[in-house]
């Protein structure tokens, strides 16, 4: 059951049988068996079929649900039976949002000090596909944005608020003060991240509250790419605190707070509501809260 209930998430998430096999590792008619025996072992027709894939059954839609539960928690309980044999192993894979990339280093170095024998896979997405795939059980966790946009049914650690910064040329005539407003920062030459990050999304809405429009010359769904641009003296940007804080600034350029208002948000780690947890995923959160609590206290 726990198989065919793998194989049925994949065809899910890949929506066409031959892209699912594939994946899966098993030949189409292997898949198609499956999911038909699974069809009736529930008695209800899971796949809306034609010539292809066309979609999930409102049944089809709840033993998904059903699926990544059970599922995950005989994951888990097989991460748990390891742990107990062998101590704490394995690979964790972490979806991060681009702008808090350079802290992520701050939770797996003291992590992996204690587990030597955890391995890391570190993914750069945006917050909507890091809850898919927390959701669809493709990572282990995720850091994210905790207090923007709805995040459903997780555990959540806060790690730090993002602060946001105008970045830009020391030679810059705008660079000059001791601060700068999401009004005035709205008439730079702007590079910012593209519009399906959480970041630009809340950039955009922070520029909208004090009556203005970004509208930026330059977009990336890299902080590095919009890092180098502004290094040209060509271009200001926007950037989490954060982030300025571990790379560095070179002499050349300046980075100066956004006020009225001075913005903040909420970035922390996320993982699967999942109780008990597995061994692995409760030591990260341990971590995360110890990590977090110095911050916290400041």
């Known amino acids: 059951m726990i198989d065919k209930l793998e194989m049925f998430m994949v065809l899910a998430r890949e929506q066409h049988f031959g892209h699912a096999a594939e994946e899966c590792g098993v030949t189409q008619p292997t898949l198609s068996s499956a999911i038909r025996q699974l069809e009736e072992q529930l008695g209800v027709m899971l796949v809306r079929r034609g010539s292809r894939f066309q979609g999930l059954t409102l049944e089809g839609e709840r ?24 101590g704490l192993t394995g690979k964790v894979k972490i979806a991060v949002i681009p702008t808090a990339l350079a802290m992520v280093q701050e939770l797996t170095t003291p992590f992996r000090e204690k587990h030597p024998d955890i391995t890391f ?31 459903g049914r ?36 702007l590079c910012l991240l593209t519009p399906d990050m959480q970041n630009r999304r809340i950039i ?13 010359t330059l977009v990336s769904d890299s902080m590095i790419a919009l890092f180098s641009h502004v290094q040209t003296g060509n271009w200001a940007s926007i950037m989490p605190e954060k982030m300025i804080e571990t790379f560095g ?34 030591a990260l959160i341990k971590e995360a809260t110890r990590i977090a609590a110095p911050q916290q206290i400041d």
Do not use: F
């Open 63 to 86: 033993v998904l649900d059903w699926a990544r539960h059970i599922v995950g928690s005989a994951r888990s309980m097989r991460d748990e039976m390891r742990a107990m044999r062998l």
């Open 121 to 151: 896979s570190v993914l750069s997405r945006t917050s909507g596909e890091i809850r898919t795939l927390l959701e669809n059980l493709e990572i282990d966790a995720g850091i994210t944005y905790l207090d923007n946009e709805p995040l």
């Open 154 to 189: 997780v555990t959540k650690v806060p790690l730090y608020d993002e602060r946001y910064l105008l970045v830009s040329s020391v030679n810059a005539d705008y660079c000059n003060g001791s601060s700068i407003s999401w009004q005035d920062a709205a008439k730079l030459p």
């Open 204 to 216: 955009d809405s922070h520029l909208a509250e004090a009556g203005v429009e970004a509208k930026p």
């Open 249 to 282: 600034l070179p002499d050349r350029i300046r980075a100066i707070p956004i006020t009225s208002p001075d913005a903040r948000h909420q970035v922390g780690l996320i993982t699967a509501s999942r109780e008990p947890q597995t061994p692995v995923i409760a």
